[in-house]
């Protein structure tokens, strides 16, 4: 019944209503409409029109009862129509600009019975005082037609700002959910930026506290260096986290993310856990790839040395890398033991997510006792 509106907006709708009714009035009064007889019905119509601007907005079905109910009273009294008539047009613009569904079609409705109320009032009610001539008719069938034509175009250009606001809504409602989207996508980023720096920082710092717990007997001089590696990584996967933290307290910043050149601290991190890396690249990058093509490359690769830390039988662990103009192609082997499936879970899930989301595929497979990853990643933008 009432739709919400700001303070402000109530009060220029009434101060409105009240500059009106003290423009009508005299108005009426210099037209010689407030006579003895019918000097109430000018003031009753005045204050009803009134009253149909001041809730136009607020309530558009009031304000059309409203005007319904000035339209009777005026008739009533036998007036002619004046200046406070002109509310009418105002009443059938919010009908259809603001009202409800029902609301709009019954202002669509009151145009139509409005203008042929209006027609008979002054052809055949008590205005003419006399009875409808034939000569009449083509008069009030232009009467009809212009007064058809007045109020519909009011209505009709409440219609039209009503398509308007609800396009603009529409607008507003996409930019929400793109936004959303957007940042539903970069939550989704983060997680998964921070399931790999773990994962990986835990593998490492497992492979090294195992092998210093099993060297220790033999050869205590390996504990120092598997504490040390322990350390770095640990305080590079804080660093690693904090920063992930940082992008999910700030989501307009983003932060650096690891690229090629951060390749080798990351082979430097698996060779120091104890395992024999070899990597070939052949072709080298031509250039500065895409910063979001350098991600992928770096996450799969994380990933793939975090299950062959994982899963690994402690064997050569093979990397290729080779730059082909449009597109890298990468692959990671290893040696799989009989008990491992590294396979399951989310690591390689999460590599298939780097390697679509950057317009690439991946393969796993095991392959005479080895387990292999392979995976194609376009250069360039994504389709």
Do not use: C, K
């Amino acid at each position: 019944m009432f739709r919400p509106l700001l303070p402000y907006q109530i009060v220029v709708d009434v101060v409105v209503a009240g500059l009106f009714a003290a423009v009508a009035a005299p108005l009426e009064l210099a037209l010689g409409r407030a006579t003895d007889s019918n000097a109430l019905g000018t003031a009753l119509v005045t204050v009803i029109f009134a009253a149909a601007l001041a809730v136009r907005r607020l309530s558009p079905a009031l304000s059309l009862g409203l005007a319904w109910l000035g339209a009777f009273v005026q008739m009533s009294f036998g007036r002619t129509p004046g200046f406070s008539d002109l509310a009418i047009f105002a009443v059938l613009y919010v009908t259809a600009a603001y009202g409800s569904r029902l609301v709009f079609w019954l202002g669509f409705s009151s145009a139509i019975v409005g203008a042929g109320v209006i027609t008979l009032y002054l052809f055949a009610g008590p205005v003419t005082m006399a009875p409808l001539q034939w000569s009449t008719i083509t008069t009030a069938a232009a009467v009809l037609i212009a007064a058809t034509f007045a109020l519909l175009l009011a209505w009709t250009v409440g219609a039209l700002v009503r398509t308007a606001l609800r396009a603009r809504e529409n607008r507003d409602a996409q930019r929400r959910a793109e936004a959303e989207t957007v940042a539903e996508q970069e939550r989704v980023r983060i997680a998964r930026d921070m399931h790999d720096v773990v994962a990986h920082s835990l593998a490492v710092v497992i492979a090294q506290a195992d092998g210093a717990r099993y060297a220790a007997a033999s050869d205590p001089a390996v504990a120092p260096a598997a504490l040390g590696t322990i350390s770095s990584t640990a305080r590079s996967a804080l660093a690693d986290v904090r920063l992930l933290l940082s992008q999910l307290r700030h989501s307009e910043g983003d932060g650096p993310q690891p690229t090629l050149a951060d390749l080798e601290e990351l082979y430097a991190q698996v060779r120091s856990a104890g395992v024999d890396l070899r990597v070939d690249v052949d072709p080298a990058p031509p250039g500065d790839a895409p910063a979001a093509v350098q991600l992928a490359v770096y996450r799969i690769l994380q990933e793939a040395l975090t299950n062959a830390l994982r899963h690994g039988d402690g064997g050569v662990v093979g990397v290729r890398i080779a730059w082909l103009g449009d597109h890298v192609e990468l692959s990671v082997r290893n040696g799989t033991r009989t008990d491992a499936a590294p396979g399951a879970g989310h690591g390689l899930i999460g590599m298939r997510e780097r390697a679509q989301l950057a317009g690439g595929s991946l393969w796993a497979e095991s392959s005479e006792g080895a387990f292999v990853v392979r995976a194609e990643v376009p250069i360039g933008t994504p389709a």
